[in-house]
């Protein structure tokens, strides 16, 4: 078993920048962790390729929480592949799969009706962006401490970014893929994007669990690999 990070690269407000899915590989089998944004298929199905795997092999995904920049191109993969395994936390799967509106969405709306006048516009745009999401069931609803993955991969819940939020912990590899639970920031886990955290005092918390598992290496969503 091996985790690769999938660097992806895209414009946005003419800067260049990069988000880092992970692929979870035990042997022939592969396993993607969240999604990029809407129309990031192509580009992550590329990077998959460009390691030299088939996309024929990927059994499962997994998605560490709702936010546009992880669950985007979550249907386009579903659609693509159905046979495909989608596995999320149980407390976003409602969310996901269209049931309940998201709390970022929520967060969003709060938000814009005390933004300045001239950040409106991209209050908007985001919530235009959360709306049209596309809604897709999940396979698999998972809680803190289950066990997945042919049992090589513990769940991990590290709420405060969102309710829901999970991380993933390898125990055999002493690696933990984060998601939005921390991010790679001047060589230190820091927490990832404090202002859009739904609860600032449980995400420090959940960093501070997931520093107390001394992994070698954590894959961090926002900022790539940090190695302790």
């Known amino acids: 078993m091996r985790i690769i990070e999938l660097p992806i690269e895209f414009e946005f407000n003419e800067q260049t920048n990069r988000i880092y899915p992970s692929l979870i590989v035990m042997g022939s089998e592969l396993t993607l962790v969240d999604t990029g944004y809407p129309n990031f298929m192509p580009l992550i199905e590329s990077e998959i390729v460009r390691h030299g795997f088939e996309l024929e092999n990927l059994k499962n995904i997994i998605i560490t929480h709702f936010d546009d920049d992880h669950i985007g191109s979550l249907y386009d993969f579903k659609e693509k592949y159905p046979s495909v395994r989608l596995i999320a936390s149980g407390i976003e799967a409602p969310s996901i799969r269209g049931e309940r509106k998201s709390e970022r969405l929520m967060q969003?709306?709060?938000?814009?009706?005390?933004?300045?006048?001239?950040?409106?516009?991209?209050?908007?745009?985001?919530?235009?962006?959360?709306?049209?999401?596309?809604?897709?069931?999940?396979?698999?609803?998972?809680?803190?401490?289950?066990?997945?993955?042919?049992?090589?991969?513990?769940?991990?819940?590290?709420?405060?970014?969102?309710?829901?939020?999970?991380?993933?912990?390898?125990?055999?590899?002493k690696s933990v893929i984060t998601g939005d639970a921390a991010i790679c920031e001047h060589r230190q886990l820091e927490v990832a994007n404090p202002h859009f955290c739904l609860d600032l005092e449980k995400a420090e918390q959940s960093l501070e669990n997931l520093r107390a598992l001394k992994a070698t290496t954590y894959y961090c969503y926002h900022g790539g690999t940090f190695n302790s």
């Open 108 to 173: 969003a709306e709060a938000m814009l009706e005390t933004m300045p006048e001239g950040e409106k516009e991209f209050g908007h745009w985001f919530i235009q962006q959360l709306t049209t999401l596309k809604t897709v069931e999940i396979d698999e609803k998972v809680s803190d401490g289950d066990l997945i993955l042919q049992n090589q991969c513990k769940i991990i819940a590290t709420p405060g970014h969102t309710s829901g939020h999970i991380s993933l912990y390898f125990p055999a590899l």
